[in-house]
């Protein structure tokens, strides 16, 4: 009987282990500690740059980038003492992202109709709680990326082909790794030829974002928000911060959407075996496919 209870109690153990919702579990991926959630933000807040890696208009996703936004701005006492820059505000809308912000802090706009009037329709929506988060702290936003028109002559004829008044300076192309990556994931859209120029595209994006955040760096403290192909593998954006400000005190977040994963990957996603650590700190949101 005692076997039984001993065995039973074990079995009874990991079964509701794996019964357990992945929601808003954390990770510090050097060690893959498993944190809770005011650990992570004691020791994130220690940094100056936040940046938090995103799948674009996942609304799970954009609700923990509020959360983690308000819980470290609260933890270090930085309301009014803070920005966010968002890969999705252009640099050239800054003024009118700036006038729409006052009427939406004055109660004169909604934060739907600020969404709407910076970066676009009904796809956007979702950052709502993002927004509404850096309003009710006193944030700044800040643009930090170039328009699709700006971008399009790099598409079309390659980084030569760019203005160079959009170009930083000491701009460098992306490693191999950025390029086998970003090459898997266009590959059967385009050919050789299109994928060189459009990874020519995303490197003039990436260390655009990574000049314009240090360039309007709030000291204090700093959110990015980008999409996470920018962001995994310290590479992309985050490696072009890491050149432009090697002594800057940053840390990288990935919040990332079980839902993408069987429940046997998630922890394996912490570090892949050709590319290393996919960012400093993993966030899950929603539930894995195939839930043991």
Not at 17 to 46: C, H, I, M, N
Not at 176 to 183: E, G, H, I, T, V
């Amino acid at each position: 009987m005692k076997h039984f209870l001993i065995s039973f109690t074990v079995f009874f153990t990991m079964a509701c282990a794996s019964a357990a919702s992945w929601q808003g579990r954390v990770f510090r991926v050097k060690d893959s500690q498993e944190l809770s959630f005011p650990q992570f933000v004691d020791e994130v807040s220690q940094n100056t740059l936040i940046v938090l890696g995103e799948n674009h208009s996942t609304i799970e996703v954009q609700n923990m980038q509020a959360q983690v936004i308000q819980a470290v701005v609260k933890k270090t006492e930085s309301e009014g003492r803070f920005s966010l820059s968002w890969e999705f505000f252009s640099i050239k809308d800054q003024s009118s992202i700036n006038e729409n912000y006052d009427l939406l802090k004055t109660g004169r706009m909604s934060t739907e109709s600020f969404i709407e009037k910076s970066v676009g329709g009904a796809f956007y929506k979702t950052y709502v709680p993002v927004i509404d988060a850096v309003k009710s702290l006193n944030g700044d936003l800040v643009a930090i990326n170039l328009t699709r028109e700006e971008k399009r002559p790099v598409t079309r004829g390659g980084i030569e082909a760019a203005d160079p008044t959009l170009v930083p300076a000491n701009y460098e192309i992306g490693g191999p790794n950025y390029f086998k990556r970003f090459k898997e994931q266009m590959q059967g859209h385009s050919n050789e030829d299109e994928i060189r120029r459009f990874f020519d595209a995303q490197c003039l994006t990436d260390d655009v974002m990574a000049f314009q955040t240090l360039k309007n760096l709030n000291p204090n403290k700093t959110f990015v928000i980008a999409g996470h192909f920018h962001t995994d593998y310290q590479d992309g954006m985050v490696h072009r911060l890491s050149v432009r400000a090697p002594t800057l005190n940053k840390v990288n977040v990935r919040i990332a959407d079980a839902s993408e994963y069987n429940e046997s990957e998630l922890l394996a996603m912490l570090t892949d075996p050709n590319y290393g650590k996919v960012a400093d700190y993993v966030i899950f949101v929603k539930e894995p496919v195939n839930k043991n």
